[in-house]
């Protein structure tokens, strides 16, 4: 018996006009990640062997999205079965299954997919199974009938619908898979014949049944399955989709002070009994060890925090940034495209970007690695257990070796040796009694309503 092989087509077509934007609207992004990906890779988990994106024309940045998988592009929007047969040669003969899901459905989970697919592959074979929901306002949506035995024997749309049929609270989610043997032939024989002369999708269950075929519904929940027509519903998903994050770390061993105010991206990796305060914000790209403390405020993308590092309050890391184990980074310090080794300190108020630093070397407040000559990028080194004072300039490319130290307020253009101490600091003059004297000549000038 030969392994089954499924094919999938995401429909991605559509303007997403009620987004009012001139980005596609598969492209706009939830934690992180653009919609049309997050779909794409639950179905890469699922096993799928063939994906084909519909797209429309002039939708090369939803195609470059897609990759490494093929793209169709429906040249005339005719509605969703229109949309589907333009993947038609993109998907191979032979297959046992057709999933066909919406670009905007990107929080459908995984055990979702694999029940569409586990009913269609039951004893009774069904041609079609259907997505479905139930809801207490369903409202606009399409409803699914159903016998008896629970079969599905149609779909009727909301503005088509009787008065019983719309007390109906069993909905359409838009999504389904087919026999992938007849799937094509089912889509050709959807015809035109609505207000709108379009071919939708839910008539493939009319078909299948007028072939003698049964349908299936497989219930989802309500939430995971909503489409993303507006922002107001794209930030609904992104509540919806952090809510379920945050979960997943909780239960991992993942402690967070107010998790309504931890802010994940879908690729946010953190380790065991990492502590995470109030108002944290993590990009894409951010790898998290065990033991780790990110205290309030704080914002991260693109970086490596090792074991027991401590970040913040108010500290930004952004990509590039690898912290080592045990590395402190403080308030309002930010780092940029670094390396800190085992035990570093930046405790306060400063930049380090391009820049390697050593084991427990330490940055004193005020601390700025000068990268950028404005035309070039140039990095700055500074060895292990080096001592670089407050309110200095490294002006990179400049190595502080070994154990140096820099004398704060210092402006560093040149290398400093191991164990040398570097001092640019400029000689102090004095001038006994000017202070006194000026405080009160311009005490007498305000008291004269004088400025001087």
């Known amino acids: 018996m030969h392994a089954r092989r499924i094919a999938a087509i995401v429909l991605a077509a559509g303007h997403g006009t009620r987004m009012n934007s001139t980005r596609p609207k598969v492209l706009h992004p939830l934690a992180g990640q653009p919609m049309l990906r997050h779909i794409l890779g639950t179905l890469e988990a699922v096993g799928v062997n063939h994906i084909c994106v519909v797209i429309g024309p002039g939708m090369e940045a939803v195609a470059a999205a897609a990759a490494p998988h093929a793209t169709a592009i429906q040249h005339d929007r005719l509605g969703t079965a229109h949309a589907a047969l333009a993947a038609k040669d ?7 299954d057709l999933l066909i899901l919406n670009g905007d459905n990107p929080l459908i989970p995984q055990g979702c997919i694999e029940n569409l697919l586990a009913v269609r592959q039951s004893a009774d074979a069904p041609a079609v199974t259907v997505l479905g929901f ?3 306002e369903p409202g606009a949506y399409g409803r699914l009938l159903t016998d008896a035995d629970g079969r599905l024997e ?3 749309e909301a503005k088509d619908a009787s008065s019983a049929e719309l007390g109906i609270n069993l909905c359409n989610a838009g999504m389904m898979s087919l026999d992938g043997t007849i799937a094509f032939e089912m889509l050709a024989q959807i015809g035109n014949d609505n207000a709108a002369g379009e071919y939708y999708l839910p008539d493939v269950v009319a078909v299948a049944r007028g072939k003698g075929r049964s349908c299936a519904v497989v219930e989802g929940i309500e939430q995971y399955l909503m489409g993303i027509n507006s922002r107001a519903e794209l930030a609904e998903a992104e509540a919806v989709l952090q809510d379920r994050l945050r979960e997943l770390a909780l239960s991992a061993g993942v402690t967070m002070v107010d998790p309504s105010s931890v802010f994940l991206s879908i690729d946010t990796v953190l380790g065991r009994d990492t502590l995470i305060e109030p108002n944290v914000f993590f990009g894409p790209g951010v790898t998290v060890e065990d ?3 990110i205290k309030a405020f ?5 970086a490596v925090i090792g074991a027991g590092a401590t970040i ?4 930004r890391l952004r990509p590039g940034a690898h912290l080592a184990a045990d590395v402190k980074i403080g308030n309002f310090v930010e780092i940029k495209n670094a390396n800190l080794s085992v035990g570093a300190k930046v405790s306060h108020l400063s930049y380090i970007g391009d820049a390697d630093v050593g084991a427990e070397a330490n940055i004193g407040a005020g601390t700025i690695t000068c990268n950028y000559d404005g035309i070039f990028k140039w990095r700055t080194s500074i060895g292990a257990g080096a001592f670089i004072g407050s309110n200095t300039a490294l002006v990179a490319p400049v190595t502080i070796g070994d154990g140096a130290i820099v004398g704060a307020g210092s402006t560093v253009a040149s290398n400093v040796d191991a164990d040398a101490l570097a001092v640019t600091r400029a000689p102090i ?3 006994k009694g000017w202070a006194k004297k000026t405080f ?3 005490k007498a000038l305000k008291e004269k309503g004088e400025k001087g």
Do not use: M, Q
Request: proline share 6%.
């Open 90 to 96: 993109a998907i191979p003969s032979d297959i046992d």
């Open 134 to 136: 139930c809801t207490d």
């Open 154 to 156: 149609r779909i009727v």
């Open 291 to 293: 033991g780790v403390t």
């Open 298 to 302: 704080s914002h991260i993308e693109g």
């Open 312 to 315: 913040g309050p108010f500290a």
């Open 429 to 431: 003059r004095t001038v």
């Open 440 to 442: 009160a000549r311009k």
